[in-house]
């Protein structure tokens, strides 16, 4: 009997645990104030920068012993989630809206709703109807859609692994891959977010 209670236990915890990376406001911080983002998640680290009293919308990436990576000018770093309010129904597959991107070439695709936009810098931007995010049959990830224009289709695979842009010094919680086919097929890496600035 105590090992059975001992496995509910853990099986509640687990359905109890938070997905990440998910969108967050400030909350716990007084008007004018702000939220220091430190070097590492301890109140030791050094503060590096800080998120105003009436953030909104700010990506949490990942979870450590209760402080929350977040990105913020340039930089990656720590702040405590007990200053934070999750927006609930933000992390994927149930978001509605996240980006993905990449260099050399520049290039973002942008999902809102069913809509999907790929820009570069060099062509025109195509916009594409898309279905629903789905995930892989009994996995966590990888997640993916799939979409379509007069003349070309579209497919955006997420993967829940930490990416970096190679610009900046920001974490992100997915890595992304775009498939376009039509006259020709491109494939184009990089990140992605839940952070739609």
């Known amino acids: 009997m105590n090992k059975f209670a001992a496995l509910l236990i853990c099986l509640a915890g687990a359905a109890s645990a938070q997905e990440f990376p998910a969108l ?6 007084d008007e004018g104030d702000v939220l220091n983002m430190r070097t590492r ?49 933000t992390e994927l597959p149930a978001g509605y809206q ?16 069913e809509n999907l936009t790929f820009t570069r810098p060099d062509d025109d931007d195509k916009a594409f109807k898309v279905g629903e995010l789905v995930t892989a049959i009994s996995r966590d990830a990888p997640h993916a859609l799939l979409g379509s224009k007069l ?20 974490v992100f919680g997915f890595s992304g891959s775009v498939v376009i086919g039509g006259y020709d097929t491109q494939v184009y890496t990089g990140c992605c977010s839940l952070d739609m600035k």
């Not at 967050?24 to 911080?29: D, N, R, S």
């Open 24 to 29: 967050y406001h400030v909350t716990g911080v």
């Open 98 to 113: 996240y980006k993905c991107f990449g260099t050399e070439p520049f290039w973002s695709a942008t999902v809102v709703g």
């Open 151 to 170: 003349g070309e289709n579209v497919a955006l695979v997420l993967n829940h692994t930490q990416c970096s842009d190679g610009m900046s010094d920001y």
């Open 41 to 89: 998640p301890t109140e030791n680290g050094t503060v590096i920068g800080a998120l105003g009293f009436d953030a909104k919308h700010v990506e949490v990436v990942e979870e450590d012993d209760g402080w929350g990576r977040v990105n913020v000018e340039g930089l990656s770093g720590w702040v405590p989630l007990d200053s934070m309010e999750r927006q609930e129904g």
